[in-house]
C-alpha cells in the first residue's frame, strides 16, 4: 500500500496522557470528524490484548473515514488487527526487517533526523519519513531539535513523503513553511487540548496553509 503525499497532511499521533471523561477510541474518532489524514497507535506499556483490541476498534474507526493506519513499532500488533502497516524509529526494528515482515502492500514509516537515516531508510523501504525534533517537545525527553536547514536538505535528499514531528503547535507551524514537508505529525498539539476536534480543525486549516495544498 503505497501513500498519497496529502495523507501526511495532518498526522496524529496518540497518547493516554490526556486521556479524560472520553476514551482514546472517542478521541481518535473526534480528530478523524475534524480532518485528522493519518493516524498513528502509540502505546508503550499496554497488555498485548489490550492493545490488539484497541488496535482493531481503531482500525475499524480510520476505515470508515478512509485514512492510513499504523502502529508504532509493535510489528505484530499490526499485522495481526489487520493495519495499513507500521512505523519504526531508529532504536525499534531495523526498517527493512519490518519491510520483510509486513511485506510491499503495507505502509512502512521510519523516524529520522539526518540526511544519512533518511536515505536509508528510503533504500530499505521505508514509504515516509518521519522526521524530527522540530521544536522542543514535552512528549520525549530524549530528543535533539534540529535545524530547519537540515529538515530542508532530508527532505530534498528523498523522494518520498517528508513529515515533520516534535513541538509542533499553531504558534510555530509556519516556521516549517518552505522546508518542504509534506505535512506536520502532532501529539500533545491535539490530546492535551480541551475540545480536541476544535484542536485538529485549527491544525488542519494551519497545515494546508503551510504546506500550499488545494483542499
Known amino acids: 500500500m503505497k501513500i498519497d503525499k496529502k495523507s501526511m497532511l495532518l498526522y496524529v499521533v496518540t497518547d493516554r496522557t490526556w486521556l479524560g471523561e472520553n476514551s482514546l477510541i472517542e478521541q481518535v474518532e473526534d480528530t478523524l470528524k475534524a480532518g485528522a489524514t493519518f493516524i498513528q497507535l502509540r502505546e508503550k506499556d499496554f497488555p498485548f490484548e489490550d492493545f490488539l483490541k484497541e488496535a482493531k476498534e481503531i482500525k475499524n474507526i480510520t476505515d470508515r473515514y478512509k485514512v492510513p493506519f499504523v502502529i508504532n513499532d509493535n510489528v505484530d500488533i499490526a ?93 510555530n507551524i509556519f516556521n516549517l513553511k518552505n522546508t518542504d514537508i509534506d505535512g506536520i505529525c502532532v501529539i500533545s498539539a491535539i490530546f492535551s487540548k480541551e475540545n480536541i476536534y476544535d484542536a485538529t480543525k485549527k491544525l488542519y486549516d494551519l497545515a494546508s496553509k503551510m504546506v500550499n495544498y488545494e483542499v
Do not use: W
Open 79 to 171: 499485522m495481526k488487527c489487520g493495519a495499513d502497516g507500521v512505523h519504526v524509529g531508529q532504536g525499534d526494528m531495523n526498517a527493512k526487517n519490518a519491510r520483510n515482515i509486513i511485506g510491499e502492500d503495507k505502509i512502512l514509516g521510519v523516524s529520522a533526523s539526518t540526511v544519512e537515516q533518511a536515505k536509508i531508510a528510503e533504500e530499505n523501504g521505508a514509504d515516509y519519513i518521519g522526521v524530527g525534533s522540530a521544536f522542543k517537545t514535552n512528549t520525549k525527553s530524549d530528543v535533539n531539535v534540529i535545524s530547519m536547514d537540515t529538515l530542508k536538505d532530508i527532505c530534498n535528499s528523498v523522494s518520498i513523503p517528508v513529515v515533520a514531528i516534535g513541538g509542533i503547535n499553531e504558534e
